[in-house]
C-alpha cells in the first residue's frame, strides 16, 4: 500500500494544468522558488551533482535545480502533475532532467545511495506517514550528500496564517489545501531526519509580508520552514 492519501492525489490532481501559471494556486511556490533554489545551492553547490526531488509536482524545483547544473530525477504519484512537468521541461528545452511516477520508499529500495542532494518540499505535511518518507530520503542519499525539507509548523500561529489566513482572508491558496493535524513541529522532523541516519545541519524559517507581498527566509520558523541534513561519510 503506498504512503499516498487519494484526496490529496485528487486535489493536486485537478489543479494540475495551472502549475505554470505564476498567478494561479500555485503563484507562492513560484514566488518561494529562487528563495529555496538558492538556499540549497548555497550550501550544496548543484552544478554536477546528482538531485532527486520528492513530490516534484509539476517540476518548479526539479526544473531550476536542472538549470543550476544538477542531473535531475523528479517523481510524484499524481500521473497529470508528471505529464505537466515533461510537457514544460520538452517546451522550455530543460536539459539532464527525467521525472518518473514511483513512491519515494520503492525507488529506494531500488536505488540506495543513488543520489548527491534530495528535497521534498511542501510534502509531508499531506503523507499519511512522513516518517516513511524521511526514512526514505535517508536511503536514497549518498554517504556526505544532502538532504533539504521544508513543511509546516505546528501550533495556534501556523494556524492561523497557513490555514485561516492564507487559504480564507487572502485566498493565497484553496480553502482546505492543508490539515493542520498534519503539520509537523521541527523537533518532530529533526527526530525523524536522526532516525533516518541523516544529521541537521540547519533550519530556515520562511516567512511572508503582506504587505509588500514578498517572501523572505529568515531565523522564524514558526510558521512555514526548512531543515538541511546530511547523510554522514
Not at 542532494?117 to 526514505?136: G, I, K, Q, Y
Not at 549518498?142 to 513543511?151: R, Y
Request: charged residues 20%.
Amino acid at each position: 500500500m503506498a504512503n499516498v492519501d487519494a484526496k490529496e492525489l485528487e486535489k493536486f490532481s485537478e489543479l494540475a494544468h495551472r502549475w505554470w501559471d505564476t498567478e494561479s494556486e500555485f503563484k507562492p511556490l513560484h514566488q518561494i522558488n529562487p528563495l529555496r533554489l538558492n538556499w540549497i545551492d548555497g550550501q550544496c553547490p548543484l552544478q554536477g551533482k546528482s538531485a532527486l526531488d520528492v513530490g516534484c509536482g509539476g517540476g518548479i524545483l526539479a526544473d531550476s535545480m536542472a538549470r543550476r547544473g544538477a542531473n535531475v530525477l523528479g517523481i510524484d504519484l499524481a500521473t497529470k502533475s508528471l505529464r505537466v512537468a515533461e510537457l514544460h521541461a520538452m517546451e522550455a528545452g530543460t536539459e539532464h532532467i527525467a521525472y518518473q511516477e514511483i513512491a519515494v520508499e520503492d525507488l529506494a529500495a531500488q536505488r540506495p545511495e543513488s543520489f548527491d542532494v534530495v528535497t521534498c518540499m511542501e510534502m509531508l505535511e499531506h503523507v499519511p506517514d512522513p516518517a516513511s518518507v524521511v526514512n526514505a530520503l535517508g536511503r536514497l542519499v549518498k554517504p556526505g550528500g544532502w538532504v533539504f525539507l521544508s513543511t509546516l509548523n505546528r501550533n495556534a500561529k501556523a494556524f492561523l496564517l497557513a490555514i485561516v489566513g492564507a487559504e480564507y482572508l487572502l485566498r493565497m491558496l484553496p480553502a482546505g489545501t492543508h490539515e493542520y493535524a498534519r503539520f509537523i513541529r521541527p523537533s518532530e522532523l529533526a527526530q525523524m531526519c536522526r532516525d533516518a541516519g541523516l544529521e541537521v545541519q540547519g533550519a530556515k524559517g520562511l516567512s511572508f509580508n503582506p504587505i509588500t507581498q514578498r517572501y523572505a527566509l529568515g531565523a522564524d520558523t514558526d510558521v512555514n520552514y526548512l531543515l538541511a541534513c546530511r547523510r554522514p561519510a
